[in-house]
């Protein structure tokens, strides 16, 4: 069985698939509240399959973009259970997430954009069926197009994206598809956080006259 799980967008979302479709899935209501909500949801998953953690084959996690304290909760916990578990851990961008839905409802040519916080958005290009670009982190002006738009920052910075459409998160129930299809590239578990640093290094100190 794999459990797959997602905490790079403000809502948690959680699924488990027995090799042959997903059995149970979970997805919060209740924004960045991802310490609170990912336990209860991969306990509830398990609990509505009637399955046991020491059941499990493998685990898929988003690995974002995304803020960090979102990413942190949902890569600590695959690591610690892929580890306690002895079983392999697979990561996947969070933008492939989504576009792998939007794949799904028929769209060729689009982006991903999520929400980057601080009046920017984390962005993706999709074509035929793959990435083609990104993921980055932009200001939306700088991301202006007219091509259909997936996820919560078309939603946010409409002024800039004019086709706004698709899902608004990514679906852990997707995620499964993804890996057991390997529809995207698979990665290591590691987040992939893409923000600028805040703190500029240290000019040269200037002379005390």
Not at 47 to 65: K, M, N, Q, S, Y
Not at 76 to 83: E, H, I, L, N, P
Not at 147 to 162: D, I, N, Q, S
């Amino acid at each position: 069985m794999l459990l797959a799980f997602d905490t790079a967008t403000p809502h948690v979302t959680v699924a488990l698939h027995d090799a042959e479709a997903v059995v149970a899935s979970f997805e919060s209501e209740e924004a960045m509240r991802h310490g609170e909500m990912l336990a209860p949801g991969i306990e509830r998953v398990l609990a509505e399959a009637g399955a046991r953690a020491a059941d499990l084959d493998a685990i898929a996690v988003g690995v974002g973009p995304g803020p960090f304290t979102g990413l942190r909760v949902g890569l600590v916990t695959a690591r610690t259970m892929a580890f306690v578990l002895g079983i392999p851990l697979h990561g996947v961008c969070t933008l492939d997430i989504l576009a792998a839905a939007a794949i799904d409802a028929g769209l060729e040519e689009f982006v991903v954009a999520t929400d980057a916080r601080r009046k920017e958005v984390y962005l993706a290009s999709y074509a035929r069926g793959r990435r083609v670009s990104g993921p980055e982190v932009v200001k939306p002006a700088d991301a202006r197009n007219d091509l259909p738009v997936v996820g919560r920052g078309g939603r946010l910075y409409p002024e800039y994206f004019a086709k706004v459409t698709g899902p608004e998160h990514p679906s852990a129930a997707v995620l499964c598809d993804i890996v057991v299809n390997e529809r995207f590239e698979l990665l290591e578990p590691n987040p992939l956080y893409l923000r600028r640093p805040d703190a500029a290094e240290p000019g040269k100190p200037k002379r005390v006259g």
